[in-house]
Nanobody, 123 residues
């Protein structure tokens, strides 16, 4: 699976942004898809994950109630809608894919990664 993230940019605090991750490969619809983020000088942080049917979704504590993950298997794309953005959300956002059956919040569990898209939230 090859992943291409897009949609990052500069937004003011309180604003919204949607990032996308387009995947290539016939098995996309069977992958668990996740978003992670990494701010300068910090470790990569779990943001959200969605199973291939969309029936199971997890969020990191820092984004619960503000971010929404979704996927469109017909378009081989996963989305992350980010609302009420805060300066602390500034980071490079990475999408990742896992062919396992259990959702993991650990970056090491994911075999496939996109190149990342930068989201900057100004105060």
């Amino acid at each position: 699976v090859q992943l291409q993230a897009s949609g990052g940019g500069l937004v003011q605090a309180g604003g919204s942004l949607r990032v996308s991750c387009a995947a290539s490969g016939r098995t996309f619809s069977r992958n668990i898809m996740s978003w992670f983020r990494q701010a300068p000088g910090k470790e990569r942080e779990f943001v959200a994950a969605i199973t291939w049917t969309g029936s199971v979704i997890f969020y990191g504590d820092s984004v619960k109630g503000r971010f929404t993950i979704s996927r469109d298997n017909s378009k081989n794309t996963v989305y992350l809608q980010m609302n009420s953005l805060e300066p602390e959300d500034t980071a490079v956002y990475y999408c990742a894919a896992d062919r396992g059956l259990v959702v993991s919040k650990l970056a090491a569990a994911y075999a496939y990664w996109g190149q990342g898209t930068l989201v900057t939230v100004s105060s």
